[in-house]
């Protein structure tokens, strides 16, 4: 009795329901596209300053255009903070510019054309989510702000209460002191909310992912790179004003755009299966 294996072994890449697997997505030349990694990459401390001169190689390759999208976006910013009911809104609005500025670098980097309308183009396809993270984001500024509201009422209380006495002196300085220590958790507070928006809007307009769960894991990526995060934090607030004064202020129209684009260098670092260190 003879048993016949004539039956083929087929592999097919089909899943079980006959429909075609999901491929991750790639650009116009077949090349897969940064795919977001299930936990955020923990990079060193050096990324930190990696992620400014990154930032610069993209700024250098179209100077013009990322110089007129960052000026366009001062002066929108400028002349509407400076109206008392546009002063509020435009917070929200920041982070579509942001969001859109995320995206145009993506296409740069992906071998696309960088275009002007870059810019606004996240006020088109994602104006929802990202509003509500403007939203959130003034939320968590009052949240954060309590204990200053705290210290400078108590301060105004204290000088209404009849602090023309003896003790004046004495309650000028403690309350001053308490609007010290008010400001200081305040900017303490501020920190993790940085730390839960600083990815969002890449998470947001390149993964659309919904304000909460981009917040999330834009804090879980913060978290595990706090050193870089602190050296790029030491770096923008100690060289590049320098930079910016020894240029006798032209400096801000190299540093703002630069500056801009660290928004995608950082994420694609951190939260990417094709950091941009590793280029």
């Known amino acids: 009795m003879s048993i016949s294996n004539s ?18 997505p790639t650009d116009e030349y077949g090349s897969p596209l940064p795919q977001l990694l299930a936990s955020p990459r923990k990079c060193d401390a050096a990324a930190g300053m990696s992620w400014i001169i ?21 002066v929108i910013v400028g002349i509407a903070s400076s109206v008392p009911l546009l002063n509020v809104l435009i917070i929200p609005s920041v982070f579509m510019f942001i ?3 995320i995206k145009g670098a993506a296409a740069q980097s992906q071998g696309a ?10 006020f088109k396809s994602h104006w929802q989510p990202l509003l509500i993270l403007g939203l959130l984001y003034l939320v968590g500024v009052i949240i954060c702000m309590i204990p200053l509201f705290i210290a400078m009422g ?14 004046y002196g004495a309650m000028n300085d403690i309350s001053l002191g ?7 958790l305040t900017m303490l507070l501020m920190i993790p909310l940085y730390m839960a928006l600083w990815f969002a809007p890449a ?3 390149l993964h659309n992912l919904e304000p909460i769960a981009a917040m999330k894991k834009s804090f879980a990526a913060g978290k595990a790179n706090i050193l870089p995060m602190l050296v790029y934090g030491l770096v923008c607030v100690l060289l590049l004003p320098i930079l910016i004064i020894l240029t006798l202020g032209l400096g801000v129209f190299l540093v703002m755009p630069v ?3 660290t928004y995608y260098t950082s994420y694609r670092d951190a939260l990417t299966d094709q950091p941009l260190s590793a280029v």
């Open 259 to 261: 500056m801009l684009l």
């Open 99 to 101: 969001a859109g500025i």
């Open 54 to 74: 990154k930032a610069f190689g993209l700024f250098k390759d179209q100077p013009l255009l990322w110089f007129g999208m960052s000026v366009t976006f001062l």
């Open 178 to 184: 308490g609007i010290f220590f008010g400001y200081l």
């Open 113 to 122: 054309e960088l275009r002007f309308d870059h810019l606004f183009s996240a």
């Open 154 to 167: 108590s301060m105004i209380f204290s000088m209404m209460s009849g602090g023309m006495g003896s003790s």
């Open 7 to 24: 039956s083929d072994a087929h592999v097919s890449l089909q899943k079980p329901n006959g429909q075609p697997p999901n491929l991750p």
């Open 203 to 205: 998470l947001v307009v």
